[in-house]
C-alpha cells in the first residue's frame, strides 16, 4: 500500500514537471538541499519535529485513558508562553531557571486542559469541540 501510493507520488510529480516545463531533478535537489542538505534545513526540521513529537507524547497519554484531546497545540502555547514569562520576569541562575521555566509551561498547558474537563465533569461538554476551540482561543491570544 506505501509502495502503490509513493509511486504514485513519484508519477504525479513526473507529469506535472513534464506538463510544466519544469527539470524534476532542480525541484529534487532543492527540495533535498532545503531539508537535509544543509545545517539550517537540517535544524529546521528538528525545530519542527520536536514540537510535533510532544504534542504527539502528551496525547498519546490523553488517548490511552479513552479521553479524545485535540487541545494540544493549545496546551503547548500555553506552556511556551508562561515558560517564556517565568523566563523575562525572573533573574535566576540557569541551574534553577531551566527547571522552573519548564515546570512553570507544564502547569500552564495541564491547566489549559483542566478547563475542557472541567466542561465535561461539569456540563458534559464534547471534549473534542471543547478542545478544538479553546486551540482558536489559545492561538487568537498569542497574536
Do not use: D
Request: one cysteine or more; glycine letters at 10%.
Amino acid at each position: 500500500m506505501v509502495a502503490l501510493v509513493l509511486c504514485m507520488f513519484i508519477v504525479s510529480l513526473v507529469a506535472i514537471s513534464i506538463f510544466m516545463n519544469l527539470n524534476i531533478s532542480e525541484i529534487f535537489g532543492h527540495v533535498y538541499q532545503s531539508t537535509i542538505g544543509s545545517e539550517f534545513g537540517f535544524l529546521s526540521i528538528l525545530r519542527r519535529t520536536t514540537y510535533l513529537l510532544v504534542v504527539s507524547l502528551g496525547l498519546a497519554v490523553a488517548f490511552s485513558s479513552g479521553v479524545w484531546n485535540i487541545g494540544g497545540e493549545g496546551q503547548i502555547l500555553w506552556g511556551a508562553l508562561l515558560a517564556v514569562a517565568v523566563s523575562l520576569l525572573l533573574v535566576l541562575p540557569a541551574y534553577v531557571m531551566i527547571p522552573l521555566a519548564l515546570i512553570t509551561g507544564f502547569i500552564a498547558g495541564a491547566l489549559w486542559g483542566l478547563i475542557a474537563g472541567f466542561l465535561k465533569a461539569k456540563w458534559n461538554v464534547n471534549e473534542i469541540v471543547s478542545t478544538m476551540m479553546l486551540n482558536f482561543v489559545a492561538t487568537a491570544t498569542m497574536v
